[in-house]
Nanobody, 115 residues
């Protein structure tokens, strides 16, 4: 069973930065996709950014140019650097990974951006 553990969330003022980390229990190179989703109160879970194939990435339009996804295969960790944060970025951020037809999710980490 794959475990994904997020960390790095917190409270930040608008314009600030945070870096989220997602540590996986297995080799992240074995995943077909890996990345981040978020869910704000009363809204559906949405894609933030993810690796889709090798080093290829996809970003939500709302975070392009502000967020950067990266990974360290040696540490089995994926990161999300979030800059120029806005109040609308407030959400629970979830790490997710897929392997074959299986989806794995972390427990989530809260990010709150104050105006």
């Amino acid at each position: 069973q794959v475990q994904l553990v997020e960390s790095g969330g917190g409270l930040v003022q608008a314009g600030g930065s945070l870096r989220l980390s997602c540590a996986a229990s297995g080799h992240i190179s074995s995943f077909n996709t890996m990345g981040w989703y978020r869910q704000a109160p009363g809204k559906q879970r949405e894609l933030v950014a993810k690796f889709i194939s090798g080093a290829s990435t996809v970003y939500s339009d709302s975070v392009k140019g502000r967020f950067t996804i990266s990974r360290d295969n040696a540490k089995n960790t994926v990161y999300l650097q979030m800059n120029s944060l806005k109040p609308e970025d407030t959400a629970v951020y979830y790490c997710t990974a897929t392997r074959r037809l299986l989806n794995f999710w972390g427990q989530g980490t809260q990010v709150t951006v104050s105006s």
